[in-house]
């Protein structure tokens, strides 16, 4: 018997009839009659492959938006006894907000969901970044951590006095450390799920261009 003609050449599925995605997805599930033709079902394979990325996407934007939200909620306390806290919270709630906001889209393999993801994490670099420098200036301008009146107890102590000061620079210097590592940190990782983000919209628009309508439907229905 020669082998079907349509089985080895795989031509594109025809399309399925207008029907609800409730009734596609029950088609789907149909053993028995197996309403599909092996074109349709390697169509739905090829698709679910183009998917991986897409759902790994899903799970980073998760990922972050939830830490960030988890960071905002912890330094809510600080808001009472530090000003600075405020700033903080709402530039962490913004972030983790719209990261929430571009996942959404992403699960409804709307394009726009990668440009959401990525400028929100140069926002997020931006506000790191900011935050950083503005520590460090006010630890440059900050008094000494021993005022002259404390220093000039110990004056007849040339020893412990100098140790005082000693010890007041280097927890400045620590303090100037500390923050511009963390900008250094805050512009490599958050600049680099950046580009990750933005690099997500051509898989995206491939997968959209490739894959047949119903199967996107069944997509977004299967994703709620």
Known sequence: M?????????????????????????????KLDEPLGSAHWEAIDQA???????????KIASFNAWATAIFAALAVPF?????????????????????????????????????VLGRNQVLFTALLIAYGVWK?????????????AQLN??????????SLTSYGDLVKLMTILLYS????????????????YFTRKKPLCDHLKKTPD???????????
């Open 48 to 58: 679910h492959r183009r998917l991986k990325s897409i759902r790994l996407t899903v």
């Open 153 to 162: 107890i110990f004056k007849n102590h040339p020893t412990f006095h100098k």
């Open 181 to 196: 590592l963390m900008i250094g940190v805050a512009a490599l990782a958050q600049g680099l799920t950046a580009v990750y």
């Open 79 to 115: 808001v009472f006894s530090d000003r600075t806290a405020i700033l903080v919270v709402t530039g962490l709630g913004l972030v983790s907000w719209h990261e929430f906001k571009g996942r959404r889209l992403m699960r409804q393999l709307d394009p726009q969901g990668p440009t």
């Open 214 to 224: 119903w199967i996107i439907k069944l997509q977004k229905q299967l994703w709620k």
């Open 136 to 148: 460090i200036v006010a630890v440059l301008h900050a008094p000494a951590l021993y005022s002259q």
């Open 2 to 30: 020669m082998p079907d003609s349509n089985e080895t050449t795989r031509p594109t599925p025809p399309p399925i009839p207008e029907e609800s995605t409730a009734q596609v997805a029950n088609l789907c599930h149909q």
